[in-house]
């Protein structure tokens, strides 16, 4: 039964928005799975270099005239929505070194159809930006921090921007922000120091700690599975210092985070553990690379070139036969775990994590 197709009977059987997606125009791969999901890259470059994801120097950047404007991503978030896209998470690279980001936020949050809009950013760049993006619709932020401790964050980021960081997500908080989480890179030999602390420093300020198992997404082919922290790990450790972590069923049973609740009834913290509990079978998801590359999974190692398409005079049926045509291929899943898995060409500052 290896290869039989998994209709995963969570996954609804109607989009939220009939009038805007028929059911014949979703996106339904060959594993029954519906896509509604959609991470848009804005830009591959970023104001860090964490080592997990960027080489420390020497980085190629896409040539600005092949990056997307903000009229192409429009377009196609537009076109996404009347095949049943409903949830759109900005990213990058940085996303808020992307000039005038809160403009794209504010056009995207408008498109009818588009029910949820969220950002992952590594945070630097709050202290300026969280209330424009604020003013421009976002709600949802997902702040890349890894430790509180100032070294070890210069160490992984090779630089000491952590006081930015801190003070973006205080900011966040005061503006009232829905729902503030925290990404961070569960690199073992590295960071035991850092969950604890993070854990307490979530709870105290209402903010979940997502951890998320090192991917074999970085640079410089540094990944190896002895270097991943496992989720099973980090659990033991948070139960044993801080209060035992009960399971939440999560409302949307395709989030790739596990979450967990403290038994003490403080806070709660999510496990993306794509390494030792890969989610495939669930995966809702799409990803739009800056230059304007389709991929239906982080690991994809082929792409559809959706920037041709946009530039050369293609009509949105054009576009969205190309969606529909990147869906229906893709695959069961990324199969980290096995001999055959190949490492996408691509990093994760190239793709869009
Ligand atoms: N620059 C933003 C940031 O750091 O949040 C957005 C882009 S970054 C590629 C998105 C997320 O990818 C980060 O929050 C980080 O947690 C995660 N990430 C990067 N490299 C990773 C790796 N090799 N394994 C696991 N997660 C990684
Ligand atoms: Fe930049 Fe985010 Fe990659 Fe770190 S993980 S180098 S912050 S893109």
Redesign the pocket.
């Known amino acids: 039964m290896e290869n039989a197709p998994v209709i995963d009977s969570h996954v609804p059987l109607a989009a939220p928005n009939a009038r805007l997606a028929d059911s014949n125009a979703r996106l339904i791969d060959s594993f029954g799975r519906l896509h509604d999901n959609l991470r848009v890259s804005v830009t591959d470059r970023?104001n860090v270099r964490?080592f997990?994801?960027m080489p420390e120097t020497d980085v190629r950047f896409v040539e600005r005239r092949e990056i997307l404007d903000f009229e192409e991503i429009e377009r196609f978030v537009r076109i996404a929505v009347t095949l049943g896209v409903r949830k759109v998470r900005i990213?990058?690279?940085?996303?808020l070194v992307r000039r005038d980001l809160p403009v794209l936020v504010r056009r995207l949050a408008a498109l009818p159809g588009v029910e949820d809009i969220a950002l992952?950013?590594?945070g630097v760049l709050l202290p300026k930006l969280a209330q424009p993006l604020y003013e421009a619709g976002l709600r949802r932020i997902?702040v890349?921090l890894d430790t509180l401790d100032r070294e070890r964050f210069l160490r992984i980021t090779r630089r000491d921007e952590i006081s930015k960081v801190l003070a973006g997500l205080e900011l966040c908080k005061q503006l009232g922000y829905s729902k503030i989480k925290l990404?961070a890179?569960a690199v073992k030999n590295l960071v035991e120091p850092d969950i604890v602390p993070l854990a307490r420093f979530g709870r105290e300020h209402g903010f979940e700690v997502r951890y998320?198992?090192?991917?074999p997404?970085?640079a410089q082919n540094l990944?190896d599975r002895k270097k991943v922290l496992l989720a099973d790990d980090i659990i033991r450790m948070l139960s044993r210092e801080i209060a035992p972590l009960v399971p939440v069923p999560d409302p949307d049973p395709r989030a790739p985070a596990s979450e967990y609740r403290f038994a003490d009834g403080v806070g709660r913290v999510g496990f993306i553990a794509s390494v030792s509990r890969p989610f495939c079978l669930n995966c809702n998801r799409l990803r739009l690379t800056a230059d304007g590359k389709l991929r239906y999974c982080l690991f994809a190692i082929e792409e559809d070139d959706v920037k041709t398409l946009l530039r050369s005079g293609a009509s949105d049926d054009d576009v969205a036969a190309l969606i529909r045509r990147n869906v229906a291929g893709k695959w069961r899943g990324h199969e980290i775990n096995t001999a055959r898995f190949v490492a996408p060409p691509r990093p994760?500052?190239a793709i869009?994590?």
């Open positions: 970023c964490c997990y994801c990213t990058g690279g940085e996303p992952t950013t590594n997902n890349h990404n890179v998320i198992e090192f991917m997404l970085d990944w994760m500052y869009g994590g």
